[in-house]
């Protein structure tokens, strides 16, 4: 897809943290639309900053990440939490709110937007619905285990229907079973064309889903391979 | 759709408030007992203020006639003092028997005073005028009006002397219950924003991580902020309830204390009459710390 504009794009990108640590070197790399992605490597390889530099949690240290070819790194901070609601992100934590339900905590993100009640109550049971959730949206985080509580988080993403999901490490705590669910999950919301990112570290995962994959070592891509596998550095 | 974020907003801070349980509890109490203590402080000063006042206005100079001057004298005498409208205020003609059964029932009708004063033989006590003056500033005035009278050598004695004292004494204990109060105040004042304050950012700081959450999820700052200004809001203002009740609760208990000792009744009657001012002015510090101590306390752990 040469002619299509990056969905993300990465140019020259260098991070650094302060003692000198660099995360990473020199990182060059386009994302397109409708692509799944899965970014792969060791610990402390820099996934998880390299996707933090998207939703720009973290700022480069030098270089620039353009997001439909806007520089990230050049938002405006009072215009960020607009920029986040482009990008739905999941975490291996689930970073739900411990004190509201599945309902509220999917709510949540259309409250902050705004919007009224009704769509609220049309559209969060609805989503909820999608992820397999329906029947326990009243449950708070709590009560529900590790997978269905990614599930929480999952809707959570999708209910801007962002152009971009990034899942960093979404099956680190969960068994096989409920990691494959959200894997499959993930492959669904894609073939509707939202572009996947999803960083691992799970071999069995990434040669299930048969798609891109890119390996990164310390702060460095070094494989960049459509259909991949997971390539051991 | 701004009207909405901010009911969504305020709904959001009074949830906290509800769920938040013993945090909840914790703050409230301190924030209470500061004001309780402030509010406290303030109406004993105000009090013990009222009571001096009462006690200089219900102090009198008494003029004891020696025993060989006439009543129709004093009565002269009674009726010329009377034509100082400006100064004085009352005189009231006080017999030799009414001086007994005044001394008899303040000695308590003790038996053998009464049979001390028999054995005497006769009344010891002098016909008296007691002098009430418009303004306390005036009895040096007066008793010295008094000294220089054309009647000056029917006086046995002015009981002006014993009184200054009192009234000098009082003006001291009034102006250091004036000062400590104010210095009590402002210490509690000081150490309630600081216990406040720290309660609140304990509390804040048990939400921090759900701070990022919000953030990522595309909450602006401002919409992250305000449930804690409500929520701040909140404990002032059932802080406030709760002191007011305390207040009342220790009003009735004192209250009897202070029967007739003001002008204004007892200590009840000044919760009550001054109870708006209170509530007001309680509501309007009570609301001001939860708010001030919650947006110093947020700004800490929301870094953008």
Do not use: C
């Amino acid at each position: 897809m040469p002619d299509v504009q990056p969905i993300i794009r990465f140019e020259n990108v260098v991070k650094t943290f302060p003692g000198n640590i660099t995360v990473l070197d020199n990182i060059n790399i386009v994302f397109q639309p409708g692509e799944f992605v899965s970014l792969v490597g060791a610990s402390g390889a820099g996934k998880s900053t390299l996707l933090k530099l998207i939703y720009a949690e973290e700022v480069p240290t030098q270089g620039e990440v353009y997001f439909s070819e806007r520089p990230v790194g050049k938002i405006n901070r009072k215009h960020l939490p607009f920029f986040r609601r482009n990008i739905g992100t999941v975490f291996q934590d689930y970073k739900l709110l411990p004190q509201r339900t599945a309902f509220e905590n999917v709510a949540y993100a259309l409250e902050v937007d705004g919007r009224s009640t009704a769509e609220i109550n049309e559209e969060v049971p609805e989503i909820l619905e999608i992820v397999g959730l329906g029947d326990k949206m009243h449950k708070f985080p709590k009560q529900l285990s590790g997978g269905e509580q990614q599930r929480v988080s999952l809707a959570r993403a999708l209910i801007h229907r962002p152009k971009v999901i990034i899942a960093d490490e979404p099956t680190g705590n969960l068994d096989p079973v409920s990691a494959d669910e959200i894997i499959q999950l993930l492959l669904e919301i894609n073939s509707f064309g939202t572009t996947v990112l999803l960083a691992t570290h799970n071999k069995g995962i990434v040669d299930k889903i048969g798609k891109r994959v890119v390996l990164l070592s310390k702060g460095q891509v070094i494989h960049d391979q459509n259909k991949g596998k997971y390539i051991l550095s | 759709m701004q009207m909405l974020k901010l009911w969504r907003t305020f709904k959001e801070g009074k949830e906290n408030f509800i769920r938040n349980g013993w945090l909840t509890f914790a703050t409230v109490s301190i924030l209470s007992l500061s004001l309780f203590i402030v509010s406290l402080s303030f109406l004993l000063g105000m009090t013990s203020q009222l009571i001096l006042q009462n006690m200089r206005e219900k102090v009198s100079v008494s003029v004891s006639f020696n025993p060989d001057v006439t009543e129709e004298k004093i009565f002269a005498i009674q009726k010329e003092l009377m034509t100082y409208k400006k100064e004085i205020a009352s005189v009231e003609y006080v017999s030799r028997d009414a001086a007994l059964t005044q001394f008899l029932a303040e000695s308590g009708n003790d038996p053998t005073i009464a049979q001390a004063i028999k054995e005497i033989g006769e009344n010891p006590l002098f016909a008296s005028l007691v002098i009430r003056a418009v303004k306390p500033d005036d009895y040096p005035l007066i008793v010295s009006e008094i000294q220089k009278s054309t009647f000056q050598n029917d006086i046995s004695r002015i009981n002006y002397e014993k009184n200054k004292k009192i009234f000098e004494r009082l003006d001291r204990i009034n102006k250091m219950t004036g000062k400590t109060g104010l210095a009590l105040g402002a210490i509690f004042i000081f150490v309630a924003i600081l216990i406040t304050f720290n309660t609140i950012r304990i509390t804040i700081y048990s939400h921090r991580q759900e701070f990022e959450v919000m953030r990522l999820v595309g909450a602006s700052n401002i919409y992250v902020r305000m449930p804690f200004i409500f929520e701040g809001a909140l404990y002032g203002l059932v802080a406030v309830l709760v002191t007011i009740i305390l207040l009342y609760g220790i009003a009735y208990y004192i209250a009897p204390f202070t029967n007739g000792a003001m002008a204004q009744g007892n200590f009840m009657d000044l919760y009550l009459n001054y109870f708006w001012y209170l509530f007001g002015g309680l509501s309007l510090l009570g609301v001001t710390l939860g708010v001030v101590s919650s947006a110093i306390a947020i700004r800490r752990y929301l870094k953008v």
